[in-house]
């Protein structure tokens, strides 16, 4: 069994290989068969990240779900230990998702700033006013506030360190899509990724599709080559995000044969 290293190991390892050009070492098109497992979840969230979808006339940055680094590193504690300590280093930021299911997203902290650099240009052009809120919000909340979410005083606290807060601060924040209010408590924001939404519909779509898909085969399987092949009519994105989220939440498993990997439906 492979031994985990040690945090100073980890650290000088982070360190390595946050100076490697991703170009250089990550292949978008290696296959699934070739690229299902790794021993470290950095690597790992480096690799889906090359290779997220190109999704036409959808502007968001990369993420990967935490279901997918299930499927990819064996030892789950491992992933959501090293995903903690990438979190607090400010390498990552951890998204609850609106699916309706226990999903998080992790986006790397460059894309995420990236995004709302974004959303910032969109609400410029049309011509919002208090759009100061936007550098408010990226100086003083996101560097402070590492966690998936934020109670309502805390974050006017927060943002009162760049000026005045107003209710039509918060108001704009949750109108780009950089927060929504928790159902159960109003006084509580999820943060989000701007413009998600249609792909969180594809997602649940996709899973649906997939999963059927594969329960109308006989024994209720199939070789992974041809299936990652295959496109979703329901989803924008691709079999293999999808195949690594079914994998990692443990609605399907893969199955060692002499002719290659199987995909199949768990058992009820």
């Not at 006013?129 to 936007?134: G, K, Y």
């Not at 998936?148 to 918060?170: A, M, Y």
């Not at 924001?189 to 594809?202: E, T």
């Not at 085969?217 to 195949?243: G, Q």
Request: aromatic share 6%; proline share 4%.
């Amino acid at each position: 069994m492979e031994a985990i290293p040690g945090p100073s190991t980890a650290r000088k390892r982070r360190r390595d290989e946050e100076n490697v050009p991703e170009s250089e070492d990550y292949d978008e098109a290696l296959s699934l068969e070739q690229s299902l497992t790794f021993s470290d979840t950095l690597v790992a969230l480096r690799i889906m990240r090359a290779q997220f979808p190109q999704i036409e006339k959808v502007s968001v940055q990369p993420f990967i779900l935490r279901s997918q680094l299930y499927s990819s590193v064996k030892d789950r504690t491992q992933v959501d230990r090293e995903l903690e300590s990438l979190r607090r280093d400010k390498v990552l930021r951890i998204f609850k998702l609106n699916t309706g299911q226990d999903d998080h997203a992790i986006m790397f902290m460059d894309d995420y700033l990236n995004q709302i650099e974004r959303v910032i240009k969109r609400m410029a052009a049309k011509k919002q006013d208090e759009l100061a809120v936007f550098e408010w919000f990226k100086t003083h909340v996101i560097t402070s506030k590492l966690e998936p979410s934020i109670e309502h005083q805390e974050l006017c606290s927060l943002l009162s360190f760049g000026g005045n807060v107003k209710d039509e601060h918060i108001s704009l924040l949750i109108n780009a899509g950089l927060l929504t209010r928790q159902l159960i408590d109003p006084n509580m924001y999820w943060f989000a990724i701007p413009n998600i939404g249609s792909l969180l519909k594809g997602l649940s779509q996709g899973r649906k599709e997939l999963l059927s898909f594969l329960n109308r085969r006989r024994y209720r399987e199939m070789m992974l080559a041809p299936l990652e092949k295959k496109r979703l009519r329901l989803s924008p994105l691709d079999m293999r995000f999808h195949l690594r989220d079914l994998i990692g939440s443990g609605h399907v498993k893969t199955v060692h044969t002499p002719t290659g990997l199987v995909v199949r439906v768990s058992k009820d």
